[in-house]
């Protein structure tokens, strides 16, 4: 069974950069032709796509965040990660990878995360 | 503001019946597929409806997905209170190049 484990600071310093991994197991990354993907949900507030990789490298990001984001692969390790520099208080949140099935059809694009990690705590600060 | 558009919350007693909307535009969900979340407080989102009606393996029938035009509606059928959550639709924008989720809505189980 597919799982995956975000893992990096629970505290980072205003102006610096945030960094997260994602360890996926009970599969291989470049296995199957999905996208992996980070999510954010700042406390008591809705979710936010950061942004998605496949396992060759093509990356899309969400463009309000896009300058300050990287989302980089390891299939060697089994692992995407995440850092996001420039840091504010605003980017307080928890931090979500999931795998992120991603087709695109006639009828229109199919985007859905169908299986998530526990999510990881960021805290911006001083 | 979220650019899909939810109501902050819903209830109804156990064993009824409860929908939830998603109010979008044509870039959204009018021209692209819908999936449905929940979300226990403290735990991660869970997967429930993708393309627009479609249910994984493991979630019961009770959950149902719609879309009509630039709306879509999460259903829930006999309502238990294990189901009280905060539910989320998501979705892609063509247009802002965007995965998109709604703002989210809180169910109560009255």
């Known amino acids: 069974q597919l799982q995956l484990q975000e893992s990096g600071p629970g505290l980072v310093k205003p102006s610096e950069t945030l960094s997260l991994t994602c360890t996926v197991s009970g599969g291989s990354i470049s296995s199957t032709s999905n996208y992996w993907g980070w999510i954010r949900q700042p406390p008591g507030k809705g979710m936010e796509w950061i942004g998605s990789?496949?396992?060759?490298?093509?990356?899309y990001y969400n463009p309000s965040l896009k300058s300050r984001v990287t989302i980089s692969v390891d299939t060697s390790k089994n692992q995407f990660s995440l850092k996001l520099n420039s840091v504010t208080a605003a980017d307080t949140a928890v931090y979500y990878c999931?795998?992120?099935?991603?087709?695109?059809?006639?009828?229109?694009?199919?985007?859905?995360?169908?299986?998530w990690g526990q999510g990881t705590m960021v805290t911006v600060s001083s | 503001q979220s650019v899909l558009t939810q109501p902050p919350s819903v209830s109804a007693a156990p064993g009824q019946k409860v929908t939830i909307s998603c109010s979008g535009s044509s870039s959204n969900i009018g021209n692209n597929y819908v999936s449905w979340y929940q979300q226990v407080p403290g735990t991660a989102p869970k997967l429930l409806i993708y393309d627009n009606n479609k249910r994984p393996s493991g979630i019961p029938d009770r959950f149902s997905g719609s879309k009509s035009g630039t709306s879509a509606t999460l259903g829930i059928t006999g309502l238990q209170t294990g189901d009280e959550a905060d539910y989320y639709c998501g979705t892609w924008d063509s247009s802002l190049s965007v995965v998109l989720f709604g703002g989210g809505t809180k169910l109560t189980v009255l």
């Open positions: 990789i496949y396992y060759s490298g093509n990356t």
């Open positions: 999931a795998r992120h099935v991603e087709v695109e059809t006639y009828g229109g694009n199919s985007e859905a995360f169908d299986i």
